[in-house]
């Protein structure tokens, strides 16, 4: 069994900044790739941020420049610093991570950016 925790939404003013978190727990082997998704009212779910275990990143344009994703391998942890935030950001955001083959999702934290 696998859990993932994530931690560090909120209501944050356009401008703002939140760091989210991820921990990972269970029957963990080895972890490959951690990546952040988001899914906003009546949109589909989209990636963010991905990390390999090596620390090569991809970023969805939309976030580049602003976001920074992260990785501590010891703690098999995952975080996003989100800054610059506007509006367009809120969303749900989930963690994702791939162990041996198989992709386990968060159970998402909301993110909503408002004045």
């Known amino acids: 069994q696998v859990q993932l925790v994530e931690s560090g939404g909120g209501l944050v003013q356009p401008g703002g900044s939140l760091r989210l978190s991820c921990a990972t727990s269970g029957s963990i082997s080895s972890i490959s790739t951690m990546g952040w998704y988001r899914q906003a009212p009546r949109k589909q779910r989209e990636l963010v941020a991905l990390?390999?275990?090596?620390?090569?990143?991809n970023y969805a344009d939309s976030v580049k420049g602003r976001f920074i994703i992260t990785r501590e391998n010891a703690k098999n942890t995952v975080f996003l610093q989100m800054n610059s935030l506007k509006p367009e950001d809120t969303a749900v955001y989930y963690c994702?991570?791939?162990?041996?083959?198989?992709?386990?999702w968060g159970q998402g934290t909301q993110v909503t950016v408002s004045s």
């Open positions: 994702n991570v791939r162990i041996s083959g198989l992709s386990y």
């Open positions: 990390i390999s275990t090596g620390g090569s990143t």
